[in-house]
Structures are given as C-alpha cells and as structure tokens.
C-alpha cells in the first residue's frame, strides 16, 4: 500500500498547497503564503516547524513502507486499509472546501499586521478551523493506509502543531483583529469539532490585554 499511499499524499498536497495557491494567486494576485510566525524558539516558530515535519512524515511513512518497514500488527488488515483510503480522499475534499469558504482570506501562516474579513460561513459555521480538522482525518486516514511507526509519529506531530498553530498563533491573531465579534464567533461554535472547544467571552478589560 506504499505506493497507493504515496499517490494519496501527492494528490493532497497538490490539490490542497498547489491548486489552492494558483486560485489564490490567480484571483488576487497574492499566494497567500505568509510562513512561519513568531521568533525562533518560540511556540508559534515550533508549531510551524512541527508542521513542516508532520508533512515530510506524511512522505517518509509511505516511503519507509516500500522500504520494508513493517506495520503496526492491530492495523495491518485489508479493510483498515480500504477505510484510510476513504478517509484519506475524505480528508483531501474537506480540506479543499474549506479552504474555498475561506475566499481571498485564505492564508498559510499570519501576518500580524494584515486583516482579512472575519469568515463565519461555509466550513466555519460548523467548527473554527475546518481547515485543520479536515487535516487531521487526510492523516488518520494515511496512518491506516500504511500504520507504521513513521505515519503514527506524523501524524502524532501534525496533532501537536496544529493544536500550537491554533492556540498559540490563529486565534490570538482572529481575537486581536476582530474583538467583540471573535469572541461571540469562538463562544458558540466549536475549535475543532462541532460543540468541543468552545471558548468563553472575554471581558472588554481582558481584551485589551
């Protein structure tokens, strides 16, 4: 399955880094792109970089698997890999669609001092960051297709930066730009799945903390 698992991450990563670029950058004449945020060292840096390792994991897994590295015996059964297939095309579509509720203010990485429109439709009516979920099930969906120990610690890692990427740089940003509006938004609809994670609203004199 190294090699079905190898197309699969090729497919992601085009459709949801490269296609979602060329429209970004089509329609507005910006990639989109901003990196890594934060200063080295620090939690928003590491989220980033946890991510960048989480990705190229997402590769070494498939490729440790045509190496000859056995899978997980729980996990190595025909049916669980048909399901991480499924999830993992899932994933790939969900991601792509919230990606375009997101319109021109899609963005890889933030930049402090840039606003965007405050997207609450589409995939963000449901959860605050569709994006990522959708992120999270492409890699569960992967670690069953190939469930060795390189794909589990991918997939281990992805967790762990998206969780630093959201807490520690996306919500901050949206509360900052958005204020009274953020906090309703983050007050009544979940983090990563409908009804978890919802946040409490702050009071205006902690706002302006």
């Known amino acids: 399955m190294g090699v079905v698992a190898l197309v699969l991450v090729g497919v992601y ?41 989480a990705m190229i994991a997402a590769i070494g897994g498939p490729v440790a698997d045509l190496a000859g590295l056995g899978a997980v015996a729980a996990f190595d059964v025909s049916w669980v890999q048909v399901v991480g297939v499924v999830l993992t095309l899932a994933g790939i579509l969900a991601t792509f669609a919230a990606q375009v509720s997101m319109g021109n203010s899609w ?5 402090a001092n840039e606003s965007t429109d405050f997207v609450t439709g589409g995939a963000f009516a449901f959860v605050r960051n569709p994006i990522f ?58 983090r990563f799945v409908p009804g978890l994670g919802i946040s409490r609203s702050l009071s205006p004199n902690e706002r302006r903390r």
């Open 13 to 53: 990563f085009s459709v949801a880094f490269g296609l979602r670029t060329w429209l970004q950058y089509r329609r507005t004449g910006d990639s989109g792109f901003r990196g890594l945020s934060g200063r080295v060292g620090s939690a928003e840096w590491w989220g980033g970089v946890l991510f960048i390792v």
């Open 107 to 111: 963005r890889i990485g933030v930049d």
């Open 133 to 190: 979920t959708a992120m999270g099930l492409t890699g569960l969906g992967l670690v069953l297709v190939v469930p060795n120990v390189v794909s589990i610690a991918g997939l281990l890692t992805l967790l762990v930066a998206l969780q630093m990427q959201v807490r520690g740089v996306e919500e901050p940003y949206l509360r900052h730009q958005h204020g009274a509006r953020w906090d309703e938004y983050a007050a009544r609809v979940g």
